[in-house]
């Protein structure tokens, strides 16, 4: 069995539902199933400030996601409720900002682009305004709205499933690349995305641009009190430090969109584990010796952040 790390924060009796993973897709799907009357608790080797989800970048858009058939329904769930988190962007960590997915073309985007209204194709791409979220400030608030609604949050490491199966008749599984080694799913694998911070000089908008044969990408997003450059696709790259090359690599292609960007001040360094799963997400339910009911909600890519309710929601069906 493994051990607690840190004290219980929220209620301390019996629930009747564990959701194991507290990064945004955990915290999201277990604020959902108590906001249903669920008692929930989570369990999470890491506080949420450390999981990959707050290295996010986090602008809303189905990205390295699948099944494309299921994505599209997922994510503009999510988008309506960012839009409507935006309205208290300080409390919430979310505001719609304005910018261009360089190379874009809308012909090339599943039908649920057709139901975004700030999205128009221009000459250098496409422009939208869109939800970007500043992920602390988020994390933060899922972890306060789940204890207001009587959840809680332990830290605690997970060697099996079968641990939180012997306390609660359901569990949700929201392990990200954790579920390669508890369900175990082979298909799980790691997509390494390097950041780099630095002071702002002046950025409103944010910009993307995808290179399709090259695992590198030029992206920065204007995050408050920071400027967010981006960034690696390194499928099966379990590096989680930063490569001073690659960093240097990736200020200059940003230099290349904005030059006053060379000579900002470098303020930090990240590196995600994007949890990208081979057959696209899981979302899917299983029985449990003694009739209890496993729930799995993994395998997001790239878009934990885009999809979180949208999956959440789905999971939360299977629960019941």
């Not at 209620?11 to 009357?37: F, H, K, P």
């Not at 900002?97 to 874009?104: F, K, M, P, S, T």
């Not at 199966?165 to 390669?180: D, E, K, S, Y």
Request: one cysteine or more.
């Amino acid at each position: 069995m493994s051990e607690a790390r840190a004290a219980v924060t929220g209620r301390t009796d019996e629930s009747d539902v564990i959701v194991v993973g507290g990064g945004v897709s955990g915290l999201t799907t277990a604020l959902v199933l108590a906001g249903r009357g669920h008692r929930v608790r989570v369990w999470s080797r890491e506080a949420a400030a450390s999981t990959t989800s707050a290295v996010a970048g986090a602008l809303w858009w189905p990205y390295r996601i699948e099944p494309e058939e299921l994505v599209g329904d997922w994510a503009l769930r999510t988008l309506r409720w960012y839009e409507e988190l935006a309205e208290r962007p300080d409390e919430t960590g979310v505001r719609l900002v304005a910018g261009v997915h360089r190379g874009e073309r809308l012909a090339a985007l599943g039908p649920w682009a057709a139901k975004l209204t700030d999205l128009v194709q221009v000459e250098e791409g496409l422009r939208a305004r869109l939800p970007l979220i500043d992920m602390p400030v988020h994390l933060s608030r899922l972890e306060r709205r789940l204890a207001a609604a009587g959840g809680a949050i332990e830290q605690r490491t997970v060697t099996s499933l079968d641990e939180a199966a012997a306390q609660a008749p359901v569990v949700v599984n929201c392990t990200g690349l954790g579920a390669r080694e508890l369900v175990p799913d082979t298909g799980m694998r790691p997509v390494r995305g390097q950041l780099v911070l630095v002071e702002n000089p002046g950025i409103e908008e944010w910009f993307t641009e995808t290179d399709p044969v090259s695992e590198a990408s030029t992206y920065f997003f204007p995050q408050p009190g920071r400027l967010v450059l981006g960034g690696t696709a390194e499928t099966d790259d379990w590096n989680a430090e930063p490569d001073p090359g690659t960093a240097e690599q990736i200020v200059a292609r940003c230099a290349r969109v904005r030059p006053e960007i060379a000579r900002a001040r470098i303020i930090g360094h990240r590196v995600g584990l994007r949890p990208a799963r081979d057959a696209g997400v899981r979302i899917e339910a299983e029985p449990l010796p003694g009739g209890g009911r496993l729930v799995h909600n993994y395998g997001h890519g790239g878009a934990g952040v885009t999809v979180a309710l949208g999956c959440a929601e789905a999971a939360a069906d299977l629960v019941g």
